[in-house]
Structure formats: C-alpha cells, structure tokens
C-alpha cells in the first residue's frame, strides 16, 4: 500500500489507485474534465495537472495518468500547477458559447465550476468561435455541440462502457464533432447518462428542457422503482411535480449509471398539468370526497361485509410495485382482521417462481452488480437482462470487456451490448442445458461431492435421457470450467416453476468445485423480494380468488398499489367478477381502470411523495427519502400561493399502508414509522439485525433454504404444431409506469411478435408481416419479427400496453398453427 | 447502390482479411475510385459489408484527409500546412494557389477541375514546402513551380476531356 | 395636603417680560426667510430631481428587432431577496429560450436592484419611476406587457 504526501497531507492508498483518487481520498478535489471513475483515465484535457515535488515523477503531470507511489510529495497548489490549470482551462473556453444563462446546465456543471476555481475570467483569443450543426438525438437528449470541450467522456461512455455504436467522435482537430451518422434516436437505453457524465450542456435533458433551474429543485435521494434491481437515484422536484432525475452513486447496485426507463419514467408521479393524468383526490362511487370521508366510507363498507360474511370475505391484493411497508402493513392488517391475503401474486407459477428465488438465495451465493462486473464467466439462464433489468445489462458487459464469457440460455432473442453465446432453448429445456452444462463443467472429480452432486444427477436423469447438447455447449463448459467467479444470471419471466431453485443449487454445486459462484435473479417487480419474504403459503393468488369471487366467497377487495386490469389476463372474466363484488377499494397513484371502477378510491402517495423501503432482488434494504410533498401541480402561469403552510391542496394523502392502517382501523397499533425505522414484523434477518441498516442485506442473513430435489409443477407436454405463446417484458411499453408516464411515450416501439426462421418458413410468415393469433378471448393483430435467435415453437409477445394481450385468457398459452393467419 | 462487380470484389477483399474492419480503408478508396467520393448511401452500403456501424466506419472516414465525404474536383491539391512547409512559406503558397484559381480553402474551382484542401504533414519535409496532387508529390514549391504544375495539369485535363 | 407639596407656579412672576426676547428672535428667523426664496416643492405639480442610481419601478428591456432581451434565465429570480419574481421558460421553434411569463410583485419587491445586476443580459432595469398606484393589490403583479411598457400608464 504506497504512502504518499499531497498538500503537506500523508495518505496510504491502495496499490493502483491514481493520484486524482488519493487526492480526493483526502477531500482535495483536483479539477478534471476527461477523467470518470467508471471510465478510467486517458489524459486527454490536461486539467488534472498538479506539481510532483518528490518520488519517480517530477514536475507538471497529469494526477489522472500516474498511479500513487511511496515517497510521492504531491502539490496541488503550487504556483506552476496552477498556472498550467489556467491556462488550460483558457483555452478550453476559446470556442465554449458562454450560453450558461440558457443552459439547462447551468448551476451543475463542471466547466462552469472549473472555469471559476481556475481564475479565468477575461477571455484574451479575439478569433471567431467554432460552431457545429446540432443533430436531433431522440425525445430524451438534446444536443448542443456548440458547448463541446472534446473530453470524449461521451464517446468513451456510449461505444466503451454501454456498448452502443452509433454516438462517437467524427472528423479531427478542431472540426472534432460528437454524433450520429446521421439525425435520428440513440440506440442504447442507457443515452440518458449522457446528461449525467457531459462536463458541460452538449447532452441536456429533454423531458426537462426549460423547465427548471438547477437552484430551484428539491432534491433527494431516492430509488427507481421500476425494476427488480433498485437503483440509487436523486428525485428532482420543481413546483409540486418530479422534473428529473439523476443517478446517484452507489458502488455495490448501480454503480454511476442509470437506465433510461428509470431516468425517464417518472412523470406519472405528476399530475401533469396538460394532461391532469395522476389522480390527486379520493372519490366515492367516481365522485370527489374528502379524504376523511372516503376512509371512512371504505372502512365501514368492509366492516359490514366482515360482520355479515364472516372476515374472510374481504381480501387484500397487492402487486409487485408495493413498498415493504404496504406489503408488512398487509401482512398485518391480514393477521389482525381475518382478512384474506395478502395477495402478493397475480400468476401462480410466478409466484412459485418468486418465492424459490427469494428462499434459494443466501448471503453465501448473492452477488451484487458490483460482482457481476468482476466475474469471469456469466450465464444468463431463462432471462432477458436489457428488457426485465437494463442496467444488470450494463454490467454484463463490464464483466464481457473485462473478457468474460458470456453464455445465454432462453427462447428469446437476448441481445446483450456485448458478445455472448446464445442458445435458443424452449424454457422446458432450459434447466437441461443448464444441467448439462454445469455436469460437463464440473466433469469427473464431481464423483467426489457426494450426496449433492448424485442428487443433481438423478433430477437431471430423466431429462438429459433424450437430451443432445450441441458442441458449442461444450466449449461453454470448457470455459466454466476454466472460470473461478462465474455468476449465473437467472430470470423469472418465462423459466419453469422449479428453475430458480435450480439454478441456486448449480450455484452451490459449482462453489463445491472450488469456485466462488454467485447467483443474481431477476424478478418480476421492485417489491418482488419483499413480496417474496411476506408471503404466506395459505394465501391463494388472484387467480384464485377471482374463483372465490365467483363463487361468492370474497365479497370485498382491497386493492393497494394494484392493478389487476394490467396484470390479470383475462379481462372479461375481471370485469364480470368485479362486478360481482358488494365492493372494492383500490389505494393507488396511477389513474388505473381499477382506481375509475373502485367503489371508493383512495389516491396513495408516490415514492417521491411519503419514500419508501424496498428490498431489491439480492435482497438489500434501500430507502427512497421524500422529495416533495406532492399535491397539485402549478400549472404553466401560476406561481404557488405564497402561504406558510405544510398543507397543499391535492397534497395531504398518506402512502397506501397508512391508509390501510387507517381503513382496518389500526392507527392506534401502528405506529407512524418513518421509512428508515422501519422494522417488518416476523423477519427473522430483520430481528437479527434490530433496524435495517440502509444498503445492506438483512433479509438474507439468516435465510438458507434446503433444496427439495424433484418439485416441478410444470407440465413439459407440448402438443406437435402448436406454439406456446411467452409474455415477456421489454424495457418500454409494458409496464404500468411506462403505460403512466408520458415522459417515457415517446420511446415505446410497436409492439412485435418473434418467431424463429424456421417457424415462419413453417407458417408462411416473413419479417414485417402483420398476422393474427386466434386467442381464446379474440383476435390479436400484431408484427412479426423474424429471428435467428428465437426458440423454434414459442410466439414471444410483449405485455405491451398499446396491444390486448389480456386476450389470452391464461398465464400459460398455447396455440396450434392453423389459429395463426396472415392478414 | 454500388456496383455488382464492385460490391463483389470489395466482399472479396473483406473475405481475406483476419477481421473485416481492418479493410475498412481500402475499401473506401476503392469506392472513392470509382464515384470520386463517398457519398451517405456508399458508406452505408461500405459499413454494411464491414460489419460495422456507418458511424464507426463515419469516424473513419473523416479521420483521415485522403477520404472525401463531399464531392471534389478532378485534382486534388493537398497543400502541407504541417510545421517545416510553414517554415518555408507555405501560407504564401496556399494564398497563391487559391487566388490563382480563384478558390479558398475546401472549395472546388468553377470547372470542377480543382480542389484545394490543407493537410497535414506528408512526410516530404526535405522538399518543404511541397504538396500532393492525386497521389502524386511536388516538393521545393514556387509560385512559377505552381503555375507550370497547374498549367500541365489544366492541359491534361482538356486533353483528356476532348477524347 | 401638606404646604410643602403645593408647587407655586407663579414664583417666577418677577421676572415678567422675558418672553419678549424669543419671540423677537423667532420672528427674526421668520422675517430672514420670508423674502428667500422657498425650499418645497409643489408635489404634485412639481417634482424633485431623481438621483442617477434611483431604483424605481422594473422595465424589461427589449433589444433593436424589439424583442425582449430576457432569455429566462432565472438568476434575477434566484437573487432576488424579496422572491418578487417569478419566472417560467419556453422554447421556440429554433430552440431559443424565451420567458413564457415573467412576474414581478412590485408590492414585494425592496428595489434593492439586485435583479438588475444579476442579469446577464441587460434584460431587466429599474427606471427611476417611483409613483405607481392601482385599485387591486393584484394589479401590482406585474407581467410582461406592463413590465415591456414601464411608465407609459403612469408618465403619460
């Protein structure tokens, strides 16, 4: 560890840490433009520069370009340093517009910054500036060229870090220009960090563009909630609405970065003053009431159902989009009153699927994104990372530049920003290929593991009888095999029941062959682990208890944070049981079809508005702090009443587990827990850890679940010429805050249906084609897309909002060929 | 739309080389030979056959001086505005030419015959200043020097246009 | 009611005439400046003379084309101590930045001129017009045809 003196201050580094780090290690920031941490160091705009006094470098050099050693003497301040900085920094603002008063960037940016702590001020070259054509970039950034100081932070984040080839540096010299071939959208979901890590306003936010100055936000620390993965973010508030949002650093989950679903999907949270979508007031039976009143409407309507039908008749759902309060607070409300719930799930199968995930996984085997970018052999098995989590993507790729293989099991045509073996597998096959591969990893000295390794074997048996792995699953094994710190990668969207559970004990059979393994899963939903952990195993799904509705059992539903219009998919058969029911309350912040049918509704607050825990799907406790207090938006021309008030009209509703609290008439025994005291009941991690600390993994401290070799509920037959139709996620257009958020409109493609070649030589059918799939509730028109890289008998179709897949009236779908017409 | 036999001899070069990137540059010449320059549609169809992004191939192309992305005349006159010609008077010279024939900097003579651009250094430092036209050097450069160059080649030009 | 406790006013009664002698001197001031010539000024009909740094009432500026200078920056509304000014931007179809409002409470506002410094552009300025009176407190929110215009309404 090399001990070094910067500005009369010792340091010990660890080995390889550049001077600029060290120095920032002890509070001195040395100005930079080109250097990122993420993006290492190329010294290419000379700012860093500090004077080497004593040590192996002498004089002027760049602090970003040289590795701390002992014996360095290092000053920042020296007078030659300083000079150099300001001289550099002249000639960086030769061609720089001085446009900071209509710069987006004005207030956060860095060459302002600089430019002020360098000292210059008068600018001395008379000559003309240089100027550049801007490019239109797509409805998310917005392109300013003029404002370049050709720091290649961009390029180096767009074609090295993403892995996205269509933003680079063109031309030489002072003509250097950053852009597209030609005016048109950025390919990668991750543009939007493109506003984060420009020095200067070439990338500025669109969405927000005009909107706001930087001194005039609310800010705070928050988290997206839109995907399983829990990234760190900073929420934006301006005038009772969320403007932007930014990522927030943080080593172990997210690193720098962010996805632009999560950067760009927070306008639902708005009620937007063009659109007035968010819905800000309760009503009772579609009319407006007080808030009071509607609590109270709802408590004495599910009082009397439980009083003439017995407890069991009111039934509490949630989604995978509840915090852990809502989720603990439904678990609580459900124990106390009798009610029935909580009803977590939606689908049966991906329940079992979520549950298994949560309880395989441990603190032995999790990795975090942080490790996965460090693992030297990555299989994703059943799961599409850039669709169901985008920037677990961006982590693959880390790991693939650091020359990682990367292998893909799935009926999907992954694309992953990086190389990758794809195997186009049924999700029946998937555990076989897995299985097989691991076994031919493992290889002969597996004999040696025991009772373990015979278990896998015999499960694996029946499966691998008929089973021919193609070669090149041998070389995959080769390079496994080779591997130390391989991750599996495993999805819950499409993979059998019993995947996730094996997918964890290939994990801990590869750890017995001497590698640290590690396992990440992907889940459905933000609260999905939470959902996980609180879920009770007598508690039907909502399949069933539209049954129980039917039958009349459940004669009172509570729906918090939930929308089974979205998620159920059978819509017909919803809206008839709904209508069945003596009433229904739905707390929520969208403007769903479930909140407009709602006997009372209740508007719950958004994760800006009260914050929220979740755990993310490695089972880490993080929480979103408030940003604002939300309420009704100042519409353009209005400025908000100058009075000294906490209350703002539309702005006094309470986060949906306040308000179940108060409707199950338990505010005496709740106590008003602020997110970051929150303790869930009967979580064993939890308890051991008394309060979750923020960042960290209670929830797997004391987990270690044992494996019950054989379970499998999945029905493998699959009747010759018929299709099994796969609803998968993509990373715009099919969840609900892309359906909500306008922000995000602008980005959703046309949803497509893939085939694999060989079934559209089969059916007819060719790329573009439009075609209709004869479903059990209708007809569904859609494009088809033909791949190479799709399994052979799978339709795979988006839950897009734009397309009426609740037509398929089951979880699970299959459909012969001749019910697939070209139109 | 390029030609077939050229689109099948450039596959064929590809096909040789280890990976097909590092074609790039003949490949563009081998164009540029045929229509003169590179126009939108050629580096698509180019980045196509290279497996490449017409951005990366782009960056490319606009790297390298010998690559014209907009139409040029008959003869190129590259003139070195690199150190040691500059020394001997290259800015004169370039002053010269360009009010010779009428044109500035990166623009093309009315009779489409002559384009002027400044490059940078061609290696011919011993015969500073000097410059290139269409692939061949002129070294040890005056205004008499240029007029007598320029006269041959306006003459191998009409020569060659009467054919 | 002791003796003692009784003040007798009149005790100075011998020293009667001594009155005199101010008044005299009063009138002697009167009488000097009654034939100066007089230091009022006859408000309204007559005004005084505003010092060069006056600080009166906001005037957006506008450049040759006469289009508002302001681009909407923000800082005159950042700076400003009272919050008197509010400000929302907007795009043109150039891409340029114009105020889409630009609000000043005069009623708010200390005339401190910071807004005026502040201002990159030279967009905003305070004239040295400093009688301004209306039937509403509302009708002191100044928005941008009155703040273009400053003064017409009341300096005609």
Redesign the interface.
Known sequence: MPRLIIDEREIEVPEGTKVIDAAEMLGIVIPRFCYHEALGSVGACRMCAVKFIQGPFKGVQMSCMIEAQDGMVVSTTDQEAVEFRKRVIELLMKNHPLD???CDE?GQCLLQDETISGGHAMRRFPGPKRTYRDQYLGPFIKHEMNRCIHCYRCSRFYQEFAGY????????GDRLYFG???DGCLESPFSGNLVDICPTGVYTDKTA???L?R??LQRAPGLCNQCSLGCNTVANAHYRGVMRMEARFNRDVNGYFLCDAGRFGFSYANGDPGLWRRPLFPKIAGEVAGAADALSAARKALDDIAAKNGPGAVAVVGSQRNSLETQSMMNLVCETRGWLGPVFFFDPAMRLKTLSAVHELDGEIAVSMKQIENADFILVVGADPLNEAPMSAMAIRQAARKKAPVVTIDPRPVSLPCDSQHFAVLPKDIESYLGALILKAMGKDAASLGSESENFRAYLGSQLENFNPPESLDQCARLLAASSKPVIICGTDVTMETTPAFAADCVRLLNLCEKQAGLFNLLPGAGSFGAGLLSRTEVPTFADLVEYIENGRVRGLVFAESDPFHCYPDRARLESALSKLDFFLALDYFPSETARRASVFYPASTIFETGATFLNQEGRAQFASPVHCGGEPIR??E?PP?VYSGLVPGGDHLPAWKALASIAGMEETCPDIAPEKFVPPSIPGFEALGYPVDGQRPALAKSGFKTQWGLNTFDKSQAPLTFELLMVEWIFGTSEFSAWSDSLAPAVLPPLMSISAKDAVRLGLADKDKVSVELAGGELEIVVSVSDRTAESVLIVPRHNGLEWQKSHDFRVFVSSEKIRKI | MLPDQLRSKLREMIAGAESPREKAIDVMYAIQELQGWMNDEAMVEAAQLLAMSPLELEELATFYDYIYRSPVGKFVIKVCDSTVCWLEGQLRLTDYISSRLGIGLGQTSADGLFTLLPVCCIGYCDRAPAMVINKRVYGNLTPEKIDRILAQLAQKADFSGSE | MEKSDIINVSKNRGEKGNYVKPILKGLQFTMGNFFKKPVTIQYPDQKTVRSQRWRGLHKLNVDEKGELKCVACGLCAAVCPSQAITILAREDEGGTRHPEKFEVNELRCIFCGFCQDACPKSAISLTKIYEYVNYNREDFVFDISILKTTGEKWNS
């Not at chain 1, 080839?165 to 030489?172: H, K, N, V």
């Open positions: 900071c008063p209509v004005g080839r269509d933003l680079g540096p063109m031309q030489i597209r071939f030609s563009r005009f909107k100055r001194w005039d353009p021309g400025h100058r």
